[in-house]
């Protein structure tokens, strides 16, 4: 293994501009459908790719959908982890306890290295981790899951990763200042500003490539 | 290195060896792990899962309690969904799958980042944090006369604030050091049991009004047995931009920071680091004359 100089990751359906392998994002906003939107299409997979998620609070099935409802047959590049529902095929596993982030960090570690078996590129997201951020007592373990299991498969491997955050949710915590925390951390920020029927506004932050402000109707 | 393996102590060894350069000393039971701990520090613990006295998860509950930052690889061909991690929500650890056909060679790839990057750790780290930790290796704090004119500095800013708690600190790797300290006898604390590893990655001051009422800390029994329920914590910023340490305040009831207070805060913090600076000016163009 070596850390990889590889190509750089497009994502057509927001912008024609591309984003550097092992970039690292944190994707901030109000609105969740907006949120979930912009989400899947950063974790769109391409013929040579794999998409790795992490569902909270969205059943493997949901995911599908939400690939497909992009491109047709994009969820057959995915492997997900659901949070929320049974695994209904090979392709999806179900977490039992978002709360038990030893063993999710075990199995999101596990099923990224066996992607990587089939194809060394990969697309990984968390949606959402505010959630976990929500239902976990001690936040540091967050942290410590992050570091461990997510960041760190960014560095070694040919991937782009998503951590989606909602803003409005009640993580027990000042979310500012753990957004504040965060970003510090990841390569760089997408924060959607503004999302309504003529469109949505992204601002971006940090990511070689994008363009400080995106406009895009999804 | 500590290798904890029944069978294979020497084929993880090799693997890891290879790669890191480092030394290892191997153990095969989570008790012999046990006592390896207790008489040396390591960089890195990776063992198996299944030991004949318990489980690798009982030796990162060890780890986790007794060297909170030290990274671990649990090796095994066990899968996850095998794995018992009831009692070890928390507990993060690196898994790696020993059936890959890459083990190996992920194994010693992955010992090398984890120690070089220390991934393990309950905080985030800034994305400079290499830089950082230089800029505060170039002030050589151990030679600066700086004590006293802290002490008299963070008597002062207890004073002006009325807290039962002022501190001086810098942020090293592992653990935050205190230079001065007022209305508490602390020398350092592990980083990640510190509030000032968050504040530090914020550029303006951050309060926590009550931790028992914020997540990231309400679980957190160092600060509860300090006595610490509530924080305000300014950064100490070098003329580079690296923040190296956190002047604070520290309360032992819930208690809020209007924006006067903020900027007085960060006022102190700024005179702290002029007064470290021009230390650290005056020792640089004392020590020719000395030498000479």
């Known amino acids: 293994m070596s850390r990889s100089q590889s190509a750089a990751f497009g994502i057509d359906q927001l912008t024609d501009a591309e984003i550097e392998s092992g970039t690292s994002i944190l994707l901030t906003g109000e609105d969740t459908d907006a949120i979930?939107?912009?989400?899947?299409?950063l974790l769109a997979a391409e013929d040579n790719e794999r998409s790795i998620v992490l569902a909270t609070d969205d059943d493997g099935r949901s995911v599908t959908r939400a690939f497909d409802g992009i491109e047709s047959g994009l969820s057959d590049r995915a492997e997900i982890l659901t949070c929320d529902g049974p695994s209904h095929s090979d392709a999806v596993t179900a977490i039992e306890d978002l709360t038990d982030l030893t063993a999710t960090g075990m199995t999101f570690s596990t099923v990224v290295a066996n992607a990587q078996q089939e194809t060394p590129r990969f697309?990984?997201?968390?949606?959402?981790?505010?959630?976990?951020?929500?239902?976990?007592?001690?936040?540091?373990?967050?942290?410590?899951?992050?570091?461990?299991n997510f960041l760190t498969e960014l560095r070694r491997g040919d991937g782009l990763g998503v951590c989606a955050i909602d803003t409005g949710a009640d993580i027990g915590s000042s979310t500012s200042s753990i957004v504040a925390g965060l970003e510090t951390s990841f390569t760089g920020r997408i924060d959607i500003a503004d999302s309504g029927l003529t469109g949505t506004t992204l601002e971006t932050s940090g990511i070689d490539g994008l363009p400080e402000t995106i406009e895009t109707n999804l | 290195m500590l290798i904890v393996d029944e069978d294979e102590a020497s084929d993880i060894s090799t693997a890891v060896e290879a790669e890191s350069g480092l030394t290892t000393v191997d153990a095969d039971t989570?008790?012999?792990?046990?006592?390896?701990?207790?008489?040396?520090?390591?960089?890195?613990?990776?063992t198996r899962y299944e030991l004949t006295d318990g489980t690798g998860m009982d030796l990162v509950n060890t780890v986790r309690s007794e060297a909170p930052q030290t990274p671990v690889v649990l090796f095994t061909d066990v899968p996850p969904s095998e794995i018992d991690t009831a009692s070890f929500e928390d507990l993060i650890v690196e898994y790696l799958n020993s059936d890959l056909p890459d083990a190996h060679d992920r194994l010693g790839f992955i010992v090398d980042d984890v120690i070089s990057h220390s991934v393990q750790v309950g905080f985030m780290a800034p994305e400079n944090e290499e830089g950082r930790l230089e800029a505060l290796s170039s002030y050589d704090?151990?030679?600066?006369?700086?004590?006293?004119?802290?002490?008299?500095?963070?008597?002062?800013?207890?004073s002006h604030f009325d807290a039962s708690v002022s501190f001086i600190g810098l942020i090293e790797e592992k653990q935050e050091n205190f230079l001065a300290c007022t209305g508490a006898d602390w020398d350092s604390l592990t980083r990640e049991k510190t509030i000032c590893t968050h504040s530090m990655l914020q550029?303006?001051?951050?309060?926590?009004?009550?931790?028992?009422?914020?997540?990231?800390?309400?679980?957190?029994?160092?600060?509860?047995?300090?006595?610490?329920?509530?924080?305000?914590?300014?950064?100490?910023?070098?003329?580079?931009?690296?923040?190296?340490?956190?002047?604070?305040?520290l309360d032992d009831k819930p208690r809020g920071y209007d924006a006067d207070e903020r900027a007085e805060l960060e006022?102190?913090?700024?005179?702290?680091?002029?007064?470290?600076?021009?230390?650290?000016?005056?020792?640089?163009?004392?020590?020719?004359?000395?030498?000479?």
Do not use: W
């Open chain 2, 203 to 249: 550029e303006d001051v951050m309060v926590v009004e009550d931790v028992r009422e914020d997540s990231r800390f309400s679980e957190n029994d160092t600060l509860e047995n300090l006595g610490i329920r509530s924080y305000a914590g300014a950064n100490m910023t070098t003329p580079d931009g690296h923040v190296i340490g956190q002047v604070c305040v």
């Open chain 1, 36 to 41: 979930e939107s912009v989400f899947y299409r």
């Open chain 2, 30 to 46: 989570v008790k012999g792990a046990t006592e390896a701990l207790k008489n040396d520090s390591f960089d890195c613990i990776v």
């Open chain 2, 267 to 292: 006022q102190f913090a700024e005179t702290v680091m002029e007064i470290l600076e021009l230390r650290d000016t005056l020792q640089t163009a004392q020590k020719p004359e000395a030498e000479a």
């Open chain 2, 141 to 158: 704090i151990e030679e600066l006369p700086i004590e006293e004119s802290f002490s008299r500095l963070s008597d002062l800013i207890a």
């Open chain 1, 123 to 148: 697309r990984a997201g968390i949606f959402l981790a505010s959630s976990i951020c929500g239902a976990v007592d001690d936040t540091r373990s967050v942290y410590r899951f992050l570091n461990s």
